[in-house]
């Protein structure tokens, strides 16, 4: 049975071949006809390219798990001419950096919600996350910029930023920190939806932290029971206890800490006055 299927395969291929040889040689392929050929081929890889970047442009379920570092030569960024996620964000830092508030409106979402891990409480609406960027822009001056470092592009629009402060092109200390963004589409414009920002801190707690944590586990492991309550409920052990501190301390705690605040201003509005007249004491003395 296999020995008549071979011989027949092999009689189709001796009787097929000549033939097809010598249309071949009867009717040659233009080199016009290629070159239409290789048209094609290469509209298919452009509409292939641009397919992938809207798929990568989706929503999806699974955020953050692979992230893609931008390079600047993107091919699919110039089929489709609008700027991806990276590049708003990398704008988004110019605007900073320019002390432009009215072009960074353009990049914040009407329900834009910034969570800062040096704030206790989030900005939410475009309304309060323009004034925090205001302050910030007024607190940074001059000669203070953001230097973006890395720049990572994940699933879901989503963008990863690792930065630095700098004074003149010099580091400013504990300055560095990264900023996660979330970003949606308006219209023909990609604007940030959420953010969270984490700052190096200047307090430097080491091995404390490590103690913190294994302590704690060990209360865990000792009681799984108030451990898993704790864990799924968090937010109602916290206020309640807000809600102690609201009847029994905030009414003698506030204005201490209201005026515990008010001196720390007071005392580093003082030290930064001293300091400049040091400067000006010092400049006169060595131009003499």
Same mark, same amino acid.
């Given at each position: 049975?296999?020995?008549? =299927?071979? *011989? ?11 033939? +097809? /040889?010598?249309?071949? +040689? ?23 390219? &641009?397919? #992938?970047?809207?798929?990568?442009? #989706? ?60 704030? *206790?409480?989030? *900005?939410?609406? #475009? ?7 205001? $302050?910030?822009?007024?607190? /940074? ?9 890395? =720049?990572?592009?994940?699933?879901? $629009? ?36 959420? &953010? ?6 200047? @307090? ?8 913190? $944590?294994?302590?704690?586990? /060990? ?6 029971? &108030? ?22 301390? +905030?009414?003698?705690?506030?204005? @201490? =800490? ?8 007071? /005392? ?5 006055? &001293?300091?400049?007249? =040091? ?6 003395? *060595?131009?003499?």
């Amino acid at each position: 049975m296999a020995i008549a =299927v071979n *011989f027949s395969a092999q009689a189709l291929r001796q009787s097929t071949f000549p033939r +097809a /040889m010598a249309d071949l +040689a009867l009717y040659p392929l233009p080199f016009k006809t290629s070159c239409q050929v290789e048209q094609k081929r290469m509209k298919k890889q452009l509409h292939g390219v &641009a397919i #992938k970047r809207r798929e990568r442009n #989706k929503f999806t379920n699974n955020r953050g798990v692979s992230l893609i570092v931008l390079s600047s030569n993107s091919d699919s960024d110039s089929i489709l001419g609008q700027p991806s996620a990276a590049d708003t964000i990398k704008l988004f830092y110019e605007c900073i950096n320019e002390k432009n508030p009215k072009k960074l409106g353009g990049f914040i979402s009407g329900e834009c919600y910034i969570e800062d891990c040096s704030f *206790f409480n989030p *900005f939410k609406g #475009k309304k309060e996350v323009m004034h925090f960027f205001d $302050l910030l822009m007024r607190s /940074m001056g001059q000669n203070v910029k953001f230097i973006v470092e890395h =720049v990572c592009e994940g699933d879901g $629009l989503t963008v990863g930023v690792v930065w630095h402060l700098e004074w003149k092109q010099t580091q400013v200390p504990f300055t560095r920190g990264c900023s996660f963004y979330e970003c949606s589409e308006e219209g023909e414009i990609l604007v940030i939806k959420k &953010a969270r920002i984490i700052i190096e801190s200047p @307090l430097k707690p080491g091995g404390v932290v490590l103690v913190l $944590l294994k302590n704690l586990t /060990m209360i865990f492991d000792e009681f799984p029971w &108030a451990a898993e309550w704790f864990l799924k409920s968090p937010h109602v052990i916290i206020q309640s206890l807000m809600k102690i501190y609201d009847i029994f301390l +905030a009414p003698f705690v506030n204005p @201490l =800490v209201a005026s515990y605040v008010r001196i720390w201003e007071f /005392m580093a509005r003082s030290f930064a006055l &001293a300091i400049r007249i =040091v400067f000006h004491i010092s400049k006169i003395l *060595f131009r003499q």
